[in-house]
């Protein structure tokens, strides 16, 4: 049989690289942040196209480069379409894990509402009741689904994401407040292309069920417009019904979906 291809790579310490054959395009990278969390070497899969039934043999060269690298876990994002791909991967051990909406709205036709909360920059002062929100408010997610990972892993990862969006250069912290009784938080980005992108979005775990949710979501839809922004898009696993009827009555879009699978190493 043939060699595998080369790997292409920035420096001999560098987790990033990619495969450009014929048959394969696929790039890869290391996602600190969770590669701290872990311990190990996280990665996340870029780009994947099948050119052709050679690929098979082609994608042993990453094969090789993540266990070279003693990655934990890999994760992947793919098209709906993409099932050649998906078969691809499960042939070298991912599994999947979720489908994703990235549902969208423009704001040039919205309308005030009475949400009657009280929307702020979050600071230090909130961060307790943040972090104690985002310990829990993420069931849906995928480090939380998947049952071969620590739901624990999950909970810090996300109130990791909380801490860091305070001081973070371009992504922001709002805390939602009814009263002095935080209800709600989101992390939201600006982008240059006029799209407010809300990283995350949580009703605080022991207030949800009791109508904050389209409250805090018209509040944020208002700030985003405030912000300057012509759209708000968000990403949302299709598990998550309850939200995906709030954005639907909330009048966003819905392209078509995406799908995650994982690699994890096995103990």
Do not use: K
């Not at 892993?153 to 935080?182: C, E, F, K, M």
């Amino acid at each position: 049989m043939s060699s595998s291809p080369e790997v292409c790579r920035h420096s001999e310490n560098d987790l990033s690289g990619c495969i450009d054959t014929p048959s394969l395009q696929l790039v890869w990278s290391e996602a600190p942040w969770d590669s701290v969390l872990f311990g190990a070497p996280v990665l996340q899969i870029g780009a994947l196209t099948l050119r052709d039934a050679a690929a098979e043999h082609d994608i042993a060269a990453f094969v090789e480069a993540r266990d070279r690298a003693g990655a934990m876990l890999v994760s992947c994002r793919l098209r709906h379409e993409q099932l050649a791909e998906s078969m691809l991967l499960e042939q070298i051990g991912f599994r999947f894990i979720e489908m994703l909406y990235q549902p969208e709205l423009g704001l040039a036709t919205l309308t005030p509402s009475s949400h009657g909360l009280a929307v702020s920059r979050a600071g230090a002062d909130d961060m307790a009741e943040i972090l104690e929100a985002a310990g829990s408010a993420f069931n849906n997610e995928r480090f939380h689904m998947d049952p071969r990972l620590s739901s624990e892993i999950g909970d810090i990862r996300y109130q990791n994401w909380v801490r860091s969006s305070l001081d973070h250069p371009v992504q922001r912290l709002y805390a939602l407040r009814d009263g002095t009784t935080l209800v709600a938080f989101f992390v939201t980005e600006m982008r240059p292309d006029g799209t407010c992108y809300w990283h995350l979005t949580a009703v605080a775990p022991g207030l949800q069920g009791r109508g904050y949710g389209r409250r805090a979501w018209e509040a944020m839809l208002e700030q985003a417009r405030n912000d300057g922004a012509a759209r708000v898009q968000t990403c949302i696993v299709a598990r998550n019904h309850r939200v995906l009827n709030l954005y639907a009555r909330l009048g966003f879009r819905f392209p078509p979906p995406l799908m995650t699978l994982h690699w994890v190493r096995s103990a």
